[in-house]
């Protein structure tokens, strides 16, 4: 708890920045490959820092520790939050809950979609799924770009606009700043180093800095 979970901690800090800045970097969210690196990082980082959570929550001298361990082999982020929720109340809106679902389908099950013979017939599902949850939560409009030069339709094309990226940033800080809260709360109670950060580094701007866009950088 005291110095494996602090790693741990480190490491979702990273692959939640790393998320983010790739997603600055994209002019569209339209292509496959751009919209999955975004999502893996994403889901992988909230994923290890829920864990913290929960083993920082549920885990005492009276615990099973296989059947405990046995237990923490999942990716399903909303069953993790509901685990932390049971124990210390997180507020957490309709778009925030839809936000987790999306993650939980993508880990769950679309990233692995495309290895099956089934999926030539299909759309690709974690591109569909983003950009309809973005369409609907900013009642966006679609590409302004020429068909007759990108021969797509129309909705498969998002501008990834200042907006669309404070939007994502605005909902990923109101999922990981409490989770890092509660972390941090619970290596005070039970007297562990479990919540500090490397000054400077990834998970410093994460959690310490809260900071889930990379305007300042970019000015």
Known sequence: KNFRLGTELQISGSF??????FLDTLEYIHYEEDIFEFLYDLSVGIERLQKIAVVLLEHDERTEQVVFEKNLITHDHLILHERINKIHKINLGKVHFNFLNLLRNFYTSYRYERFNKKSVYKPDLDKKMLQEFLVKELNL????EDETYYPYKKEEWIENTPRVKKFIGKIISKIVIPLYEIIREQAYKIGTYTYEIRYGSKAFKIFMSKEFTFEIENN
Do not use: D, H, K, P
């Open 16 to 21: 939640i920045y790393n998320a983010l800045y």
């Open 141 to 144: 409009e679609t590409s302004t």
